[in-house]
């Protein structure tokens, strides 16, 4: 993430990767205060086994760009929402990437989707995962068949 100022958002996606047994690493870095670290971090990924990175950044949100920008691993952006435009211009910033470097975009702080989009990336080619996101949508669906209204 851009700023330990985005982590009351962004504690939710880890949550969710432990939840699913998946190893993370959790750091803050910016696309703009701290670009050369950025760039060391991220070659240093698909050496060490990463197979996705979540980028969450807010405001001029380049963050997710320039990690895309560096890897051909997966990269899923969070736009953080932002005090004076509540999010659209993380959003915009993020999802309007040239043609040839893609970030797949999750809604306005949507940290737990981003964690579920990248476990589902990693089960492709991990069954035991695939078996746990069958059951964490099927374990879904059924709080959604039980619902009752007062
Ligand atoms: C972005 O600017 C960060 O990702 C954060 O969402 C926003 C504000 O950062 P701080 O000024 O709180 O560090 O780079």
Redesign the pocket.
Known sequence: ??????WGVMKAATETLAQFGVDSETKVL????TPAELQAWVASLRSRGFGAVIA????????AGVVAAFTTLPVIGVP?K??SLEGLD?LLSMVQMPSGIPVAVVAIDGAKNAALLAIEILAVTDDALRQKMDEFRAAQARKVLDSTLD
Not at 56 to 63: D, I, M, R, T, V
Request: hydrophobic content about 35%.
């Open positions: 993430m851009g700023s330990s100022s985005d910016s696309a703009h205060r969450a950044a807010g405001g001029a949100a380049h963050l953080i932002s005090k993380s």
